[in-house]
């Protein structure tokens, strides 16, 4: 059975803090994304990369970074959280198909995060 | 830059009946378009997806329509269950070598038994 992880369901910093949010997935995949899902905004791509050490911004990645050290993790890191960012933070991964492009995405169970 | 619009934002039916969600895109060049649901403390999972060289796919209860000249796109659910309640999200992405995808607000989906 596939899986995407994420390291926690709830997490609650205050203003002005340093946040990890982590992501494993157990599929070998190449790529693997960061979304923000806010209530009539749908899911809005904050960064994603395509290869271990290779990143790229998404359309929201001011306030955010991204590492990916090994294939499977892909972290996201909020370097000063505001309140602004408080939201659901969704981790994916999918593969690479020759010649068809991006595929599938598979979808952690998501980080509520809640800034103070 | 590019868009997908979803509609309706909410939708409610009776158990039985069908419900039909309608996306349109801006990027001409999409041509992957893939539809997710959501369920309550989960993440997004793929139903059913559909290439621009197809004009309708089928997976049991569900179909998914495509019409690329006027850039718009259709979940259709038959027979609805309680269990089909959840949200729905349509994306939109290029072909080879493009790792973006588009997603729509999403529709949320109430079936009343």
């Known amino acids: 059975d596939v899986k995407v992880t994420q390291s926690s369901r709830y997490l609650v910093k205050r203003t002005g803090e340093k946040v990890f949010l982590e992501c494993v997935q157990d599929?070998?995949?190449?790529?693997m994304f960061w979304y923000r899902q806010d209530p009539g905004l749908g899911l809005r791509l904050i960064y994603f990369?395509?290869?271990?050490?290779?990143?790229e911004k998404g359309d929201i990645p001011e306030g955010y970074s991204v590492s990916r050290e090994k294939k499977e993790r892909f972290s996201l890191i909020l370097e000063s959280a505001s309140t602004n960012q408080t939201s659901m933070y969704l981790c994916?991964?999918?593969?690479?198909?020759?010649?068809?492009?991006?595929?599938?995405?598979?979808f952690g169970p998501g980080t509520r995060l809640t800034v103070l | 830059g590019e868009n997908v619009e979803q509609h309706p934002s909410t939708l409610s039916v009776q158990e039985g009946d069908s419900a039909v969600i309608k996306c349109t895109y801006s990027?001409?060049?999409?041509?992957?378009f893939p539809w997710y649901k959501q369920e309550l403390g989960k993440g997004p999972q793929l139903i059913i997806d559909?290439?621009?060289?197809?004009g309708e796919k089928k997976d049991q209860r569900i179909a998914v329509t495509l019409n690329k000249t006027a850039k718009h796109f259709s979940l259709h659910i038959t027979e609805t269950q309680p269990e089909d309640s959840a949200v729905y999200f349509c994306?939109?992405?290029?072909?080879?070598?493009?790792?973006?995808?588009?997603f729509g607000a999403g529709t949320r989906l109430f079936v009343k038994a």
């Open positions: 994916a991964s999918s593969s690479v198909v020759r010649d068809r492009g991006i595929n599938e995405q598979f």
């Open positions: 599929m070998d995949h190449e790529n």
């Open positions: 990369s395509y290869d271990v050490k290779m990143k």
């Open positions: 990027d001409s060049a999409s041509n992957y």
């Open positions: 559909i290439r621009s060289n197809v």
């Open positions: 994306a939109a992405s290029r072909g080879t070598g493009g790792f973006k995808t588009i």
